[in-house]
Nanobody
Framework: QVQLVESGGGLVQPGGSLRLSCTAS????????IGWFRQAPGKGREGVSC????????YYADSVKGRFTISRDNAKNTVYLQMNGLKPEDTAVYYC???????????????WGQGTQVTVSS
């Protein structure tokens, strides 16, 4: 069974940093574009960033541009989301998901992880 697992979430003060990881069991992430989404309480799921499979092209939502960096380490079968300069409005459950192309349309992603909580608070 295909499984994605996110890790690295936690509680951090405003201005702090976290690095989220997305790993997979039973399949190779190399062949997929990977997206990071987040969902805050009472809000819809928001596309944060994605990275393509072939050329490593990346996308960032305006709300995180310049603060977040997505990368992939195919040798470790892992995709990372480095989050710097965190703000209280970044508080959400963060999910990674696989797709055949880098997109912010959640419906085009087929496999999803269970999510990791990120809380930014003083």
């Amino acid at each position: 069974q295909v499984q994605l697992v996110e890790s690295g979430g936690g509680l951090v003060q405003p201005g702090g940093s976290l690095r989220l990881s997305c790993t997979a069991s039973r399949f190779t992430l190399d062949y997929y574009a990977i997206g990071w989404f987040r969902q805050a309480p009472g809000k819809g799921r928001e596309g944060v960033s994605c990275i393509s499979s072939s050329d490593g092209n990346t996308y960032y939502a305006d709300s995180v541009k310049g603060r977040f960096t997505i990368s992939r380490d195919n040798a470790k079968n892992t995709v990372y989301l480095q989050m710097n300069g965190l703000k209280p409005e970044d508080t959400a459950v963060y999910y990674c998901a696989t797709s055949h192309g880098c997109t912010v349309v959640a419906g085009l992603y087929n496999y999803w992880g269970q999510g990791t909580q990120v809380t930014v608070s003083s």
